[in-house]
């Protein structure tokens, strides 16, 4: 699976982005699909995942409320919507594909995109 992410970009504090991974793979809407932020100095860490019919949403506490992540099977795109942005939410943001239901660990997923660098300024 190769995953394309996209979206990223600098933006003031309390603004908002949206961010697109697209996907190679056909069998798209058979995988959970999975954001990951990592923060300079800092291990890559979960931030949303969505279950393959997008039923399930699971989200890391520090972005509940703010981040709401959908899927599209049509156009094999996940989407990341993130609003109300603090400076701490800075980060390269990661796709990622999993045959887990809705995993919060970065080794429970397989396939990743290149990331894409959100920038928040305050």
């Known amino acids: 699976v190769q995953l394309q992410a996209f979206g990223g970009g600098l933006v003031q504090a309390g ?22 932020r990592q923060a300079p100095g800092k291990e890559r860490a ?6 393959r019919g997008g039923g399930g949403t699971a989200y890391a506490d520090s ?3 703010r981040f709401t ?3 599209d099977a049509a156009r094999k ?12 939410d800075t980060a390269v943001y990661y ?3 999993s045959n887990r239901f809705l995993p919060t660990q970065r080794e429970q997923y397989e ?12």
Request: proline share 2%; with cysteine; net charge positive.
């Open 15 to 36: 603004g908002s982005l949206r961010l697109s991974c697209v996907a190679s793979e056909r069998t798209f809407s058979t995988l959970t699909m999975g954001w990951f």
């Open 46 to 51: 979960f931030v949303a995942a969505i279950s």
């Open 63 to 65: 972005v509940k409320g």
């Open 69 to 71: 992540i959908s899927r």
């Open 77 to 88: 795109t996940v989407y990341l919507q993130m609003n109300s942005l603090k400076p701490e």
């Open 95 to 97: 796709c990622a594909s």
């Open 111 to 122: 396939f990743w995109g290149q990331g894409t660098l959100v920038t928040v300024s305050s």
